[in-house]
């Protein structure tokens, strides 16, 4: 089955549409999400654990990051961590977001130094035991701990139903002076790209994206969805892509940087399901709180993870949607709205892509947002 529907030039054609010719790309996106998942959008109830919001990148849009002498640098206790997926459990939840800075190990002495006082090396051993907390708790782990080693992913690939790690963009431009990852060096496309494969060799299902407006050009938001389409039609296991935007905050680097305006990401996600049209496509709701049924036109088949307990520590200025609100939004373009779980149908019917300890676990989630699971 090919991934990709759209020549690169017909899609870097079409991401110059007009606003007042946006009606006819919405509509022929609509229709291939329609013939590919019917009039049906999900979201996976989530608990979202920063784990630590330490991090050794510096991404010019970053609000989240902190080193650990500034105020609100803060890694979570083991208790904290059991705390918030039991209330999470108790509101419906069924996934644990396990959201954190890339290895601040490697540049934070008095970090490791706090790990090895509780006999642990890395942060993924940390975030091992996070797992094990979530799951015991009947939450599902799903994990974006930045750039991991293959060894690093199959270490978690037995408590976590799927990995993230959005690959954001394929150009090396934005790793140069003055562009939003030049103080990045995870952000080094090559490695991610290399992370996404290895990824699909232990055939773990995983959630990837695009961010959109940090300074790419179109060519390059092409490129990147292209890199995305080659690299799931090879591996098969890119379950979710995520098309996020940009959004501006006082205290970034980018502060001056114009944000996407909304109708301009529509565009973007309708040219995103028009090269991916077998692929679940995903736009986080929180970053366009007036755009909702025009993402919805666009051909998005899910709105990734809401929650109704923790905050989007990333864009904490953006408050998730209440679940009934969405869901009018929904019933308004004539869809339903319903939960799922963190790793896609899909992928429970493929024995490869579920290590089968979580069988079980599953199973439970399932049953409890009134599903049934493979
Ligand atoms: S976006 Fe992620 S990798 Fe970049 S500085 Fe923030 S936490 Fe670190």
């Known amino acids: 089955m090919d991934t990709v529907s759209l020549s690169a030039a017909e899609a870097l054609r079409l991401l ?15 229709e291939l999400r329609d013939r590919r998942s019917g009039r049906r959008l999900t979201y996976s109830p989530k608990v979202f654990l920063p784990v630590t919001n330490l991090c050794r990148d510096r991404c010019a849009y970053c609000t989240f990051r902190k ?28 996934e644990a977001l396990m959201c954190l800075g890339d290895r601040p190990e490697a540049v934070y002495p008095s970090y490791l130094k706090a790990l090895r006082q509780i006999n642990v090396e890395t942060t993924v051993e940390y975030v091992y035991q996070a797992c094990l907390h979530a799951l015991s708790l009947g939450l599902l782990p799903h994990t974006n701990a930045g750039l991991l080693t293959k060894a ?29 990852h030049a103080a990045a060096p995870d952000k080094e ?24 407006g940090i300074g790419e050009t179109r060519q390059e938001q092409v490129d990147t969805l292209l890199e995305i389409a080659r690299i799931h039609q090879r591996y098969g296991h890119l379950q979710e892509v995520i098309v996020q935007t940009f959004r ?23 040219v995103a ?3 991916l049209p077998h692929m679940n496509l995903q736009a986080p709701p929180n970053l366009t709180p007036l755009a909702h049924r025009m993402l919805i036109r666009a051909g998005i ?35 339903t709205l319903e939960p799922r779980l963190p790793i896609y149908p899909e992928y429970l019917d493929q024995p490869r892509f579920v290590d089968p300890g979580l069988l079980q676990p599953i199973a439970t989630a399932a049953e409890r947002i009134g599903l049934v699971a493979a």
């Open 16 to 30: 110059q549409t007009p606003l007042n010719q946006l009606d006819s790309l919405l509509q022929a996106a609509g």
């Open 67 to 94: 080193s650990p002498k500034d105020p609100g640098a803060k890694t979570m206790t083991m208790e904290e961590i059991r705390q918030v997926s039991e209330r999470g459990r108790q509101l419906g939840c069924v």
């Open 152 to 180: 690093e992913m199959e270490r978690l690939r037995p408590l976590n139903v799927s990995l993230g790690l959005m690959l954001e963009n394929v150009s090396p431009r934005l790793r140069k002076r003055g562009m939003a």
């Open 189 to 212: 496309p090559a490695l991610r790209i290399q992370m996404l494969e290895e990824a699909g060799q232990l055939h773990i299902p995983f959630t990837t994206g695009l961010l959109a």
């Open 248 to 270: 501006s905050k006082p205290d970034i680097v980018m502060r001056d940087h114009l944000e996407m305006e909304d109708w301009e990401l529509v565009r973007l996600v309708a």
């Open 273 to 275: 399901r028009l090269m």
């Open 301 to 335: 088949n899910d709105w990734g993870g809401i929650s109704p307990l923790t905050q989007d520590f990333i864009n904490p200025e953006a408050p998730w949607p209440h679940i009934e609100d969405l869901r009018s939004s929904c019933a308004l373009e004539g869809f």
